[in-house]
């Protein structure tokens, strides 16, 4: 009986998230934001993948902040059609935008790789369609995923984003003998989630991009959202495992059946030798989200919270002068639909008093598209510095000719000293009254409850 597996490596273990947006894309911060925001949380690299839209460049920009041996930064971007790919290494765009084997044919040219995103709600079918063919794995947790799914809720318009997570479908396509790794990312656009809730531990020699691209293709990490290996070792015909912060180890193999789980921080499984795959998984009832509530700081960037005092006399929304993008999300009633012919946008605003404290300074409302012609942009954009103190309300008409994926109202404060609050935002098809936009509730979060810290390792593939 012979017991293989991708742990067989030295060298350091270290911390990276390789999905996240910056502003290249649809995504709230720049790159060396995204840089030092990710550092600050105690990570070691991250790969920004930015949509992949005419124009982009991945690797712009990577020369100024990748500090090889401190902070790496990877290039790549995210291809889309059909489903969403990470191509990880990959400095260029495929010659034919939107042609999915090609990006990923491209990103292993490079000696990249490629990794299927957040595909919870895919069947087994899509999964492992020629579309997806040559990837090496697939995202197996998602945490912007998790987040807008069960902190809005299907009643919020959130019915089609998948759950984040994806180990079923990693099962089924195990079982069929299919050889991919596991990824833990957090998908982090700087407006719709929290930093730094998931994450890949990689085993390398070095903290530099081409080392660490060798050891994720090999299999050499494991899959986290909080729960830290201390050990991953093969002894005989024992897989052992030690978590520090484990309550309990699980040994699970082909369609998810359970072969054996222990209380503790370490477990060990003695392979019987007909199982397929073995795959190791620990977690703990530590809560993965922090507490959201109406009275305490909504953990986006930018310091967003609830006021006591909107135009109508109850709660409203706001931004303060430490800069930052609130993004508010449609429900899926124009999703991937031909555009209407006009979408009117706007709300009550008021700032409080602004005063210029940077060159660079944006005090805005604005229509935000990603359509499969043009990738993400900015459509239409309500400058609001000029505005008087009081509630004032905005709007603006929006001619459309293009088919829709995705559109979001976006406020964004930075440069300024002071407060902007917004009350009511709307997004209107043309000839309908009804509200697109979600405008959720923050009082009760006890739907993020159910996540807590886990980490998995990557299959062992037992040959009788």
């Given at each position: 009986m012979h017991i293989e597996h991708p742990y067989t490596g030295t060298g350091s273990w270290y911390k990276g998230n390789i999905h996240m947006h910056s502003r290249k894309s649809d995504g709230g911060l720049d790159m060396p934001q995204l840089r030092d925001l990710y550092r600050g949380l105690g990570f070691d690299f991250i790969c920004v993948s930015d949509h992949a839209h005419d124009g982009l460049d991945p690797s712009a920009g990577i020369d100024k902040i990748d500090t090889p041996g401190e902070f790496a930064v990877l290039s790549g971007y995210e291809a889309a059609s059909g489903g969403?790919?990470?191509?990880?290494?990959?400095?260029?765009?495929?010659?034919?935008?939107?042609?999915?084997?090609?990006?990923?044919?491209?990103?292993?040219?490079?000696?990249?790789?490629?990794?299927?995103?957040?595909?919870?709600g895919y069947t087994l079918d899509r999964a492992t369609g020629e579309n997806f063919h040559g990837i090496a794995g697939i995202e197996i947790t998602n945490s912007v995923c998790m987040y807008l799914h069960d902190l809005f809720g299907p009643e919020d318009g959130y019915a089609a984003v998948d759950s984040g997570y994806a180990l079923t479908l990693w099962d089924q396509m195990l079982s069929q003998g299919r050889r991919l790794w596991g990824f833990s990312n957090d998908d982090f656009h700087g407006f719709d989630s929290v930093p730094g809730i998931s994450m890949n531990w990689v085993r390398s020699e070095q903290l530099e991009g081409p080392a660490l691209l060798s050891a994720m293709k090999r299999g050499d990490f494991y899959a986290s959202?909080?729960?830290r290996f201390e050990g991953i070792e093969v002894e005989g015909g024992e897989i052992r495992i030690r978590a520090e912060n484990a309550g309990r180890v699980r040994f699970s193999g082909p369609d998810g059946e359970v072969f054996s789980e222990v209380a503790g921080e370490e477990g060990v499984y003695a392979v019987r030798g007909n199982e397929g795959y073995v795959r190791a998984e620990a977690t703990n009832d530590v809560r993965l989200f922090p507490n959201v509530t109406a009275d305490s700081r909504f953990p986006r960037d930018g310091g967003f919270l609830l006021a006591e005092t909107g135009h109508t006399g109850e709660r409203c929304c706001e931004l303060d002068g430490g800069g930052g993008v609130l993004h508010w999300g449609v429900q899926n009633k124009i999703v991937n639909q031909k555009a209407p012919k006009a979408l009117t946008f706007g709300g009550w605003v008021q700032t409080g008093g602004l005063r210029q404290l940077a060159g660079d300074c944006e005090c805005s409302l604005s229509l935000w598209m990603q359509s499969y012609e043009q990738g993400v942009l900015p459509v239409s954009t309500i400058d609001l510095s000029a505005l008087p103190m009081e509630w004032s309300r905005v709007e603006q008409t929006v001619p459309l000719d293009l088919r829709v994926r995705r559109v979001a109202v976006r406020m964004r404060l930075t440069g300024y000293e002071g407060k902007v609050r917004f009350d009511d935002l709307f997004l209107r098809q043309e000839g309908s009254p009804e509200n697109l936009l979600v405008n959720p509730s923050f009082e009760d979060d006890s739907r993020l409850d159910k996540y807590t810290q886990q980490a998995w390792t990557q299959p062992f593939w037992i040959h009788g």
């Open positions: 969403h790919v990470n191509c990880i290494g990959a400095t260029r765009l495929p010659d034919r935008l939107g042609n999915m084997p090609e990006a990923i044919q491209a990103a292993a040219s490079e000696g990249g790789f490629s990794i299927l995103n957040n595909p919870s959202t909080g729960v």
